[in-house]
């Protein structure tokens, strides 16, 4: 006797609960397509970061080895910046990958 009532009872509960999780997949605000977007451009900007932290070690050992040496800075600047002395033409000769010959 108890069961005929507790069935419409268990009926409403698992239709509820299947509003609810179609509700939470694809019409909320946190929903499955947007989580999987939030996902896929967490991932491409850790790539990123790894990228511009390897670009930012790379500048730090650039910078360590021009500071350290007045030669190299004075070379530095006149590759880079195209510096140089009044009385004077600078001259870079470059490869074919547009990097100078000399390091």
Known sequence: ??????????????????????WMLFFDANDLPSQVRNWWKLRELEKDA?????????????????????????????????MKKPTEDVFVIVDENNEPIEK
């Open 50 to 82: 790894v990228y511009f932290q390897d670009k930012i070690r790379d500048v730090q050992n650039q910078r360590q080895e021009v500071l350290g040496n007045d030669r190299l800075r004075e070379k530095y600047a006149r590759e880079r910046y195209l």
């Open 1 to 22: 006797m108890l069961s005929r009532f507790l069935r419409p009872l268990r009926n409403f509960y698992l239709a509820t609960g299947l509003v609810l999780l179609v």
